[in-house]
């Protein structure tokens, strides 16, 4: 089955760095990639659609230009969370759909998420 | 705009059977998914519902009703390794701005609790 790579698993940094995590499409191409974020007991939030080629689209409230999104191929997306400080520690998801137009039954499927902790 | 309701907890008994309800509301409807979240892990898909009536997938089953807005999942023969959160999420055609859009969007999840 289709699976989505996510990476790094876990990141520890102090207030202030930059952190950049990878999505990766392993066996199928995603023109549209979704990056989520969850807190402690909650449910999913979405954040961003990533395009491939294109400007991401931001959900509203989520500041564009401290969650940088990248979709540079059809298998990778990158979100950079700039000048981290420790609200922004959660944990991050990306997901992924095979296909676009027809294949609108296609499940999403998840990375493993990336626990980001800002200290 | 677009609204899902789940419970937020459900207990029930390993052999069992348990129904988790979800509601919705939202414009251009495009599917409705059930995935499963075990703590500190990313979703796993369940199961996918489009049209009205049952989908069943092994222990797992999930049922929709588009004029009512409603889905639910139901698992037997419950397991201890079913203790997890269940997610509803649903696919709307139009964003916020009607533009064509097709994101999913969770609901709360449904923490499930099996007990021997």
């Known amino acids: 089955g289709a699976v989505v790579s996510q990476h790094p698993s876990r990141v520890i940094c102090k207030s202030g760095t930059s952190v950049k995590i990878e999505c990766r499409s392993l066996?199928?191409?995603?023109?549209?990639m979704f990056w989520y974020r969850q807190f402690p007991k909650q449910s999913l939030m979405l954040m961003a659609t990533?395009?491939?080629?294109?400007?991401?689209?931001?959900e509203q409230g989520v500041e564009k230009d401290k969650f940088l999104i990248n979709h540079a191929s059809l298998t990778l997306s990158t979100l950079t969370v700039t000048s981290a400080h420790p609200e922004d520690s959660s944990f991050y998801i990306c997901s992924a759909r095979s296909g676009e137009t027809g294949t609108y039954n296609q499940p999403q499927h998840f990375g493993d998420g990336t626990r980001l902790s800002i200290l | 705009g677009q609204n899902i309701d789940q419970p937020t907890e459900m207990t029930a008994t390993e052999g069992a059977i348990v129904q988790i309800n979800c509601t919705y509301q939202t414009s251009g409807f495009n599917g409705l998914f059930w995935y499963q979240q075990h703590a500190g892990e990313a979703p796993t898909f369940l199961s996918y519902n489009v049209l009205d009536g049952l989908e069943e997938k092994g222990r797992f089953s999930s049922f929709l009703s588009r004029s009512k807005g409603y889905s639910y999942l139901l698992l037997k023969e419950l397991q201890m390794k079913d203790s997890a959160s269940y997610l509803c999420a649903v696919r709307s055609r139009r964003g916020r701005d009607g533009g064509a859009t097709n994101k999913l969007i969770f609901g709360t999840g449904t923490l499930l609790a099996v007990q021997p």
């Open positions: 990533s395009n491939e080629g294109s400007k991401a689209t931001y």
């Open positions: 066996d199928f191409q995603a023109t549209t």
